[in-house]
């Protein structure tokens, strides 16, 4: 049975090459985002090219808007067998410039919805019914992957709402390698130390050794999924070879 991927928090730059590189890899895939007409655009474009996907309109700030979007991917695609969570939400400023509902937003995207989230994608990874057993590519019970950022080992202080949001993220990934590590699913946390290369993701200017590459990273993730279970890597750093170490 073909393999399920479940991306959340695709938009045209790391989100949408990851999805595409997954279909690649044989992967049936189901993208959760905000806009429709993007979604609908990014299904009609992978399933003209021959592959099983799915657009599933999400805000990841709601929890029922959530177990919604698992739901539509099981009835169309089947259980997840991969699922990567990938949160962007803006919110400069410290603790007197920061907007409230910026503040809130990232705590709702970043920290409320991984935890919903999570508990679809390891409820589908654990409690597998007949008949949908993984391929034999990957471990037992599945992989989570949270794409993370170096705020998460060393706060910025210009970006409070990320300096508190950051390590919770890492912890709560940690927090599931433990529990369910052991059960046979890989849970990894990717700390993205700089600025992506490609649309939407970096606004300053940049030399280009200064900025990672969408599709070596979505390399890089794939090869996490692919992992050995007698080698699962929880944590790695990704940079670009010109760029500085933030870690």
């Not at 991306?7 to 959760?32: D, I, K, M, N």
């Not at 700390?191 to 390399?219: C, H, K, N, W, Y």
């Amino acid at each position: 049975m073909q393999d399920t991927a479940v991306v959340a928090g695709v938009g045209p730059g790391f989100g949408e090459t990851l999805v595409r590189r997954f279909a690649e890899a044989g992967y049936a895939v189901a993208a959760f985002a905000r806009s429709s007409d993007y979604l609908a655009d990014l299904e009609s474009d992978l399933r003209a090219d021959g592959h099983d996907a799915l657009g599933v309109p999400t805000d990841l700030a709601d929890p029922d808007a959530i177990t919604e979007g698992f739901d539509t991917v099981r009835d169309e695609l089947g259980p997840a067998d991969v699922f990567v969570y990938n949160p962007s939400v803006p919110a400069p400023g410290h603790l007197f410039e920061v907007d409230d509902d910026d503040f809130d937003a990232v705590l709702d995207v970043v920290l409320r919805g991984a935890f919903h989230a999570a508990r679809e994608a390891v409820a589908d990874m654990t409690e597998r019914p007949p008949g949908t057993e993984r391929g034999a590519d990957a471990a037992d019970g599945g992989t989570v992957l949270f794409t993370g950022t170096s705020i998460a080992k060393r706060a910025f202080g210009n970006l409070v709402a990320w300096d508190l949001a950051g390590p919770g993220l890492r912890g709560f990934a940690q927090s599931l390698a433990r529990r369910f590590g052991p059960e046979g699913v890989h849970v990894s946390y990717v700390v993205v130390d700089g600025a992506i290369g490609g649309p939407g993701e970096s606004d300053t200017a940049r030399d280009e050794s200064e900025l990672l590459d969408p599709g070596a990273m979505a390399d890089t993730y794939l090869d996490l999924v692919q992992q050995d279970e007698r080698a699962w890597t929880f944590e790695l750093d990704l940079r670009a070879y010109g760029d500085e170490m933030r870690t």
